[in-house]
């Protein structure tokens, strides 16, 4: 059984930093991607960042790109998403996913299981 724990959440000046934290169970890394997608309130879910081990490569929303960084741990099986500069607009639930595959892809498709979300707030 595939199960995700996303941790890290919370309030958070604009200009300030937070690091999100996936633990995965029962899924390896070098087989599928890891992604991580937020939904802001009133609005859908967006691919913000995924990883995969397979060939080390990374995908990044434009919205973010610069700013956050994605990373893993394969032998704890957890990835990370550390967030700098933070934006009023990056405010939203923020999720991790396993993909269907090794790829890292950007769509909700493209994802199988998905772990509860962690609330990231930014205030201006």
């Known amino acids: 059984e595939v199960q995700l724990q996303a941790s890290g959440g919370g309030l958070v000046q604009a200009g300030g930093s937070l690091g999100l934290s996936c633990a995965a169970s029962?899924?390896?890394?070098?087989?599928?991607?890891i992604g991580w997608f937020r939904q802001a309130p009133g609005k859908g879910r967006e691919g913000v960042s995924a990883?995969?081990?397979?060939?080390?490569?990374?995908y990044y929303a434009g919205s973010v790109k610069g700013r956050f960084t994605i990373s893993s741990d394969v032998v704890n099986n957890r990835v990370y998403l550390q967030m700098n500069s933070l934006k009023p607009e990056d405010t939203a639930v923020y999720y991790c996913?396993?993909?269907?595959?090794?790829?890292?892809?950007?769509?909700?498709?493209?994802?199988?299981?998905w772990g509860q979300g962690t609330q990231v707030t930014v205030s201006s």
């Open positions: 990883i995969s081990d397979a060939d080390g490569s990374r």
């Open positions: 029962g899924v390896t890394f070098d087989r599928y991607a």
């Open positions: 996913a396993v993909s269907r595959s090794s790829y890292p892809g950007r769509g909700l498709t493209d994802y199988r299981y």
